[in-house]
């Protein structure tokens, strides 16, 4: 029982190039985020979802894109990487009640 | 919308003193409330959390938290700490979407420094 797995555990992207994190859990969970941690800053809210088909945007979602496909997985898009987007981003499920469980957390450079 | 604020950026003290950690929020609907501790690089791990019933919420390693509706505070306290405390602690609040379920939103952060 793995839990919340991240992918790539560091990235460095050059300005403008696009990629994906991705994130795996084997809870059977329904609920996915995505949260992005810069100093200072705490943990803010990218996207997240509640099930196959169903997203919806948190605090910071500009310059990202998610998508749902399966229960397992929920991936998030860079399309365009800037260097504002220099971070640490971690994924996390929902179980039951309301407790989140995260994963390791990608860090992310964009130069 | 909902916030948080925690109070302190920085809390130093030293091992075996007790120790607060201020919390507060902001929501116009009940809310469900956390604490959440993160080690040096390594992800968050629930301290404990608040749902319902009695406001003082005991969790693990020795935290515990106290909800106040009326001053709309959720205050993380441990009566003797240890240098192994040492960590970056965040208080959060859930969000309900009419959408997708609940998320959560997140203060700044604390970073409590135990010396000897």
């Known amino acids: 029982n793995a839990g919340v797995t991240q992918t790539p555990k560091f990235q460095v992207l050059k300005t403008g190039q696009s990629m994906t994190l991705q994130c795996a859990q084997d809870?059977?969970?329904?609920?996915m985020s995505w949260y992005r941690q810069d100093p200072g800053m705490g943990l803010r809210l990218i996207h997240y979802?509640?099930?196959?088909?169903?997203?919806d945007q948190g605090e910071v979602p500009n310059g990202y894109n998610v998508s749902r496909s399966t229960t397992e997985d929920f991936p998030l898009r860079l399309l365009s990487a800037a260097p504002s987007q220099t971070s640490v981003y971690f994924c996390?499920?929902?179980?039951?009640?309301?407790?989140?469980?995260f994963g390791p957390g990608t860090r992310l450079t964009v130069t | 919308a909902q916030s948080v604020t925690q109070l302190d950026s920085q809390v130093p003290v030293f091992e075996e003193a007790p120790v607060e950690l201020r919390c507060n929020y902001s929501?116009?609907?009940?809310?469900?409330l956390f604490w959440y501790v993160q080690y040096p690089n390594q992800g968050l791990q629930l301290l404990l959390k608040?749902?319902?019933?009695?406001?003082l919420v005991k969790g693990i390693n020795g935290f515990e938290a106290e909800f106040n509706k009326s001053q709309t505070s959720f205050h993380l306290r441990k009566p003797s700490v240890h240098i192994s405390d040492t960590a970056e602690y965040f208080c959060?609040?859930?969000?309900?979407?009419?959408?997708?379920?609940?998320?959560?939103?997140f203060g700044k952060g604390t970073t409590l420094s135990v010396s000897s």
């Open positions: 996390a499920t929902q179980g039951s009640p309301y407790e989140q469980y």
């Open positions: 809870m059977n969970h329904e609920y």
């Open positions: 979802s509640v099930g196959a088909g169903i997203t």
């Open positions: 929501s116009s609907v009940s809310v469900y």
């Open positions: 608040y749902l319902s019933g009695s406001t």
């Open positions: 959060a609040v859930s969000v309900l979407s009419n959408q997708a379920g609940t998320a959560l939103i």
